[in-house]
Every structure is written in C-alpha cells, then in structure tokens.
T-cell receptor, first 111, second 113 residues
Framework: QKEVEQNSGPLSVPEGAIASLNCTYS??????FFWYRQYSGKSPELIMS????GDKEDGRFTAQLNKASQYVSLLIRDSQPSDSATYLC???????????FGAGTRLAVHP | DAGVIQSPRHEVTEMGQEVTLRCKPI?????LFWYRQTMMRGLELLIY????????DSGMPEDRFSAKMPNASFSTLKIQPSEPRDSAVYFC???????????FGPGTRLTVL
C-alpha cells in the first residue's frame, strides 16, 4: 500500500467550476500535510499547508483535513485554465520527518 | 529571497561518467533534501541533511550515489559511475524545520546516454 494515494486523473473541469482533488494517507502519525502544484517541466510549488482538522482557505484554494478518516482534499474555486497542472499531495511521516508525496492528480481546466 | 538554487539545470553525459549536481538552500533553512522525479516512480526522497549532517540516506539507490553538505549554504549529489537508468530530474529542497514545507529548487534534468 502506498503511503499517500491520489487518483492520477486527468480531472477535467470547465472554467469557473470547482475542482475537487482528494488524497488519502496511511500513516496515522502524520501531522503535517501539503498541496503542491507542478506545471509541466517545472518544480513543485507549495500552495497550501494544513496541520489541523477542518478547513483552511487561501484565496480560491481550500484545503480540508480529516485525520480520523485519513484524507486530505483541495478545492479550487472558479477554476482557470492557468490552474491546469499536476497537484501533488504530501504528508510528513509520523516518526521519520520524511515528506512523502502522492503520485499526483493531473487537472485540466478547459475554457 | 533567491530561493533554492541548483546547477546545472541540464546535464547530458555518457554512461560511466561522473556527475555532480549542486544546490544552495534558502538562507536560514536547517534542512536540505535531495529528491529524484521520474514518470514511473514519482518524487522520491534520496537523502536529507539537518544542520549539514546527513540524517537519512535510505533512499539513495546504490553506492554509486553520494551526497555531501560541507556547509550550510552548499550541497552536492554525486553519481559515479552514471548509468542510463539514473536519467531523471533531481530536485534539491530546503525547509526551516522538520514538520514544515519543503521549498524546491528548479531541478537538474539529467540524461545519461
């Protein structure tokens, strides 16, 4: 079982819609979670961090964490074509301080 | 803030040659990480340092790989001898603390012929 799992997609949404990206993790000791965006040929760019259960909003982005169910999600409101990228979910392993990445979900926002 | 700096950005070499990748972390960050990204395996952690000391190198694939951090502002990842299966994008990242986000450099795209 992979430690951080994501649906590889592609997830296709129309411009202006809400894109919902999901991720599950296996290590119950994980306390820190991150969403990165990676454009083709570029490096991962941090867009959200979340450490507590509940929602965290930043502009058009909302991260949600549910530790009991071991899932993390990212909502992108008013999706734009420029949001088209691969979104990587990551969790820091409970005992080892390692940031473990999921395989990423490819998002395509079409006009 | 210049962010994490890596060099070279692209490296093409022949099998058997030595390859050295370089990284300058963000000033003040105590942690430095080397990752490798391929289509098949995604982003893999190779090794990380805390205050210039290697903490976990369990991700280093073989003895052909070695990494050093002689001071807080410089690290190298060396592959000797290189093989075609080492072709990948190698990222360096740094962070302020163990439980905080990693900030990535632009990466080095390595091609071993």
């Amino acid at each position: 079982q992979k430690e951080v799992e994501q649906n590889s997609g592609p997830l296709s949404v129309p411009e202006g819609a809400i894109a919902s990206l999901n991720c599950t993790y296996s290590d119950r000791g994980s306390q820190s979670f991150f969403w990165y965006r990676q454009y083709s040929g570029k490096s991962p760019e941090l867009i959200m961090s979340i450490y507590s259960n509940g929602d965290k909003e930043d502009g058009r982005f909302t991260a949600q964490l549910n530790k009991a169910s071991q899932y993390v999600s990212l909502l992108i409101r008013d999706s734009q074509p420029s949001d088209s990228a691969t979104y990587l979910c990551a969790a820091i392993s409970g005992g080892y301080n390692k940031l473990i990445f999921g395989a990423g979900t490819r998002l395509a926002v079409h006009p | 803030d210049a962010g994490v700096i890596q060099s070279p950005r692209h490296e093409v070499t022949e099998m058997g040659q030595e390859v050295t990748l370089r990284c300058k972390p963000i000033s003040g960050h105590d942690y430095l990480f080397w990752y490798r990204q391929t289509m098949m395996r995604g982003l893999e952690l190779l090794i990380y340092f805390n205050n210039n000391v290697p903490i976990d190198d369990s991700g280093m694939p073989e003895d052909r790989f070695s990494a050093k951090m002689p001071n807080a502002s410089f690290s190298t990842l060396k592959i000797q001898p290189s093989e075609p299966r080492d072709s990948a994008v190698y990222f360096c990242a740094s962070s302020l603390a163990a439980q905080q986000a990693r900030f990535f450099g632009p990466g080095t795209r390595l091609t071993v012929l």
